[in-house]
């Protein structure tokens, strides 16, 4: 598989991802680092939409069912080299169905995670899949 994406700026403006349809704006400006993603945030997003497509995937190869998952995700930035380090999620899948093994899902998450498996390589990784009964 290979993957393809474009990206612009202008000068003392934002910029913006361009992927398939979908335009993401950032920030690379001062005035907007309150309201838009910047680049770390954005590396974090990659990280948790992986990990997110992972729970749909293996829901279907696992058999379970859930109504919904929220992810959320910390780091460390550290200073020399500037680099992420120190990732810790915390998943909870929204369900109440028995054939969801939530330590086999961890597993499959962390073995076949084209992102995670990316980001394990140059930092570490922690976190918890918690479940919640669907309300």
């Known amino acids: 598989m290979n993957y393809h994406i474009k990206a612009s700026s202008t000068s ?3 910029a913006i991802i361009h ?9 690379t400006t001062s005035k907007t680092s309150e309201t838009l ?18 729970v749909e995937r293996f829901s279907g190869m696992m058999k379970f ?4 998952a929220t992810l959320e995700v910390k780091a460390t930035r550290l200073e020399n080299p500037p680099r992420m380090d120190n990732i810790i999620y915390d998943l909870t899948i929204y ?3 028995k054939k ?5 899902l961890k597993k499959n998450i962390e073995k076949f995670g084209t ?14 899949i918690s479940t919640e009964i669907n309300v």
Not at 65 to 68: A, D, F, L, R
Not at 115 to 128: A, D, E
Request: net charge negative.
């Open 95 to 97: 369900s109440d169905d």
């Open 115 to 128: 992102i995670y498996n990316t980001v394990k390589l140059s930092c570490t990784i922690s976190g918890t």
């Open 19 to 27: 992927i398939k349809q979908s335009d993401i704006d950032f920030g």
């Open 37 to 54: 993603p910047n680049p770390a945030e954005l590396f974090l997003g990659a990280f948790s939409a992986c990990m997110l497509k992972n």
């Open 12 to 14: 003392n403006q934002d």
């Open 100 to 104: 969801l093994n939530t330590n086999l």
């Open 65 to 68: 069912t859930y109504s919904k």
